[in-house]
């Protein structure tokens, strides 16, 4: 397993834009699909974004249209979230996680983080 912290959420006016980090520690970071998933009050946890350990193939949901973009850095074990043009639809606890494998399928990330906070008003 791996352990994986969050952080970078706020409270942003719309149209703001935010960087989210999940730092990851307890096993070989490299080698982990690396994803976010957010989750609003009263709603499914929805999927964000994926990366692969090379960074190589990524892979968004619909709903970030075009605003959202997820990057790692292996060397500091850390994938980012860039959030930017944010709208208040977008207010969430947004999770990382990690899977073995390219994968968008939330009961294949065994390894989840505690989630950070975004709130976007207008």
């Known amino acids: 397993q791996v352990q994986l912290v969050e952080s970078g959420g706020g409270l942003v006016q719309a149209g703001a834009s935010l960087r989210l980090s999940c730092a990851a520690s307890g096993r070989t970071f490299s080698r982990y699909t690396m994803g976010w998933f957010r989750q609003a009050p009263g709603k499914e946890r929805e999927f964000v974004a994926a990366i692969t350990w090379s960074g190589g193939w990524t892979t968004y949901g619909d709903s970030v249209n075009d605003r959202f973009t997820i990057s790692r850095d292996n060397a500091k074990n850390t994938v980012y979230l860039q959030m930017n043009s944010l709208k208040p639809e977008d207010t969430a606890v947004y999770y990382c996680?990690?899977?073995?494998?390219?994968?968008?399928?939330?009961?294949?990330?065994?390894?989840w983080g505690q989630g950070t906070q975004v709130t976007v008003f207008s």
């Open positions: 996680a990690a899977a073995l494998g390219a994968t968008m399928v939330p009961r294949d990330f065994g390894s």
